[in-house]
Structures are given as C-alpha cells and as structure tokens.
C-alpha cells in the first residue's frame, strides 16, 4: 500500500489500544528511506492522550535520526 504517494507500507509491526505500526519506506527520499508509519484510532482517544503520543513520537523521531546516521 502506498500512502501519500510518498510511504510504502512494508508489513505490520504492532498493534494496540490506540493504533497499528507499520514498517515502511519513505520513497520520497532518494534514495529511499526506512520508516515506521503508525495509524491512530481517533475514536479511542481523548485530545489530550494524541498530543502526548505525538510528544513521544516527535522525541523518538530525533532519537531515530542520530541512529540511523
């Protein structure tokens, strides 16, 4: 599957309560990247519970860079 034109979904990596992750390709990149894309279930979640998981995704995303560099 292939969203945005852009992430090409690679296979399942988790599931839970609030979401499914995904390892993927970030074919925008040249070359392309690795990724992980995760797909949230609004309905399950308070406002205030998506912010703070995007809090966490935005620091593990700098945290991901320095890996992979």
Not at 11 to 29: C, H, M, N, P, Y
Not at 30 to 59: G, M, R, Y
Request: aromatic share 10%.
């Amino acid at each position: 599957m292939l969203i945005k034109e852009r992430y090409r979904l690679l296979k399942q990596i988790g599931q839970g309560g609030f979401s499914k992750t995904f390892l993927a390709t970030d074919e925008g990149k040249s070359p392309a990247v690795a990724c992980v894309v995760q797909q949230f279930w609004l309905q399950n979640q308070t406002p205030e519970t998506f912010v703070q998981k995007a809090q966490i995704l935005k620091e593990l995303g700098k945290h991901l860079v320095k890996f992979c560099s």
